[in-house]
């Protein structure tokens, strides 16, 4: 367990593709590492270390990129990128939203009777002296540091959603669920083990239900949520911590 060594003034900023990292590389610049999991840089602001990662998409490439993260920087942790908006949420494309928890939403059993969550398998997928923790990962939520965006659970698939059928189906299993990616839960869930403090900011670029990648707003949602980062989030960067 690294806690006691962590630097309070250090942070990572981690996202699954480059595309969500791109506008922060503009502004912060960066020297390259080759020893990261994907693309990896090193800068800072005012003085403060931070580590861009580029984790790669989805569960296994996450949960790598933070235990390799944390092992060699022992940092404060803060996930970003983008994300699809459950249509019950009241978000919309463009928007922005703080997690409060990170959700396993496809592990589990499909049975004839309904799904079956870990926490209804009696399955726990780490234990710490806080207890079990099945499917839901609590996560760093300051009040303080980003009072004016919606906050509430996101949905970690490792199949994200193509059809409003399955969306409503989502919304019904995790009721005030805002959003849903296919990395945040692995990050929590490496977080959590370390005792690392992980906050999670997304920005909307398309409703979840129906796949239509060509309306999604890739490009605008990472520069928002970038102009969000480095405005509100990285001036209070000693303050990321509970």
């Not at 480059?18 to 080759?34: R, S, T």
């Not at 490439?61 to 983008?82: D, F, H, K, R």
């Not at 399955?123 to 300051?142: D, I, N, Q, S, W």
Request: proline letters at 7%.
């Amino acid at each position: 367990m690294l806690q006691e060594n962590k630097d309070e003034n250090r942070l990572a900023i981690l996202a699954a593709t480059w595309e969500e990292l791109e506008p922060l590389v503009q502004v912060l610049g960066g020297i390259p590492l080759k020893r990261g999991w994907k693309r990896t840089l090193t800068t800072s602001f005012k003085g403060r270390d931070l580590v861009l990662v580029e984790t790669g998409v989805g569960k296994v490439n996450a949960a790598v990129a933070a235990v390799l993260t944390i092992e060699m920087w022992q940092p404060s942790l803060l996930l970003t990128g983008i994300a699809g908006a459950y249509p019950s949420s009241g978000l919309s494309p463009l928007d922005l939203a703080l997690a409060t928890e990170e959700i396993y939403g496809d592990e589990g059993s499909m049975t004839e009777e309904g799904w079956l969550t870990p926490k209804d398998m009696d399955t726990a997928y780490l234990v710490t002296e806080k207890g079990p923790f099945h499917h839901r990962f609590p996560l760093f939520c300051p009040d303080s540091l980003v009072p004016s965006i919606p906050r509430g659970p996101f949905i970690t698939l490792s199949a994200i959603t193509g059809k409003e059928e399955r969306a409503k189906e989502l919304e019904a299993l995790f009721p005030g669920a805002l959003c849903e990616n296919m990395e945040g839960a692995a990050v929590a869930h490496v977080a959590t083990f370390y005792r690392i403090p992980l906050m999670e900011v997304r920005a909307v670029s398309n409703m979840a239900g129906k796949r239509e990648r060509d309306k999604w707003k890739v490009e605008e949602a990472s520069h928002i949520l970038a102009a969000f980062i480095l405005d509100h989030i990285l001036p209070q960067l000693g303050t990321i911590t509970p």
